[in-house]
């Protein structure tokens, strides 16, 4: 029903910056929440950032100033910008969204993932 597609994934070094995208196939406001995930190797999936209903941000601990998650509506994308990588910013970056109500109350949506790798 809903497809998340994430890009823009890679290989950066300390330091660096990336940029990743999440194309959803419906609007970005039929969403209660969209936003970004994070699984390190060993680790618990994690918040990045989201926005919430009415276009609250949310950022997970320690990254806001770091990360910044923006959207384009027109183009039903939400972007996350990541600065300043460091090595334990390796993982899998996941695209989520969980529907809203009345049209999928609190159905979560997860995009393939796209790999990023901080190392030097």
């Known amino acids: 029903q809903v497809q998340l597609v994430e890009s823009g994934g890679g290989l950066v070094q300390p330091g660096g910056s990336l940029r990743l995208s999440c194309v959803a196939s419906r609007s970005v406001f039929s969403f209660h929440g969209m936003g970004w995930y994070r699984q390190a190797p060993g680790k618990q999936r994690e918040l990045v950032a989201r926005f919430i209903d009415g276009g609250i941000t949310n950022y997970g601990d320690s990254l806001q100033g770091r990360f910044d998650i923006s959207r384009d509506a027109a183009k039903n994308t939400v972007y996350l910008q990541m600065n300043n990588l460091q090595p334990e910013d390796t993982g899998v970056y996941y695209c989520?969204?969980?529907?809203?109500?009345?049209?999928?109350?609190?159905?979560?949506?997860w995009g393939q993932g796209t790999q990023v790798t901080v190392s030097s």
């Open positions: 989520h969204a969980r529907g809203r109500f009345p049209i999928d109350t609190s159905t979560d949506y």
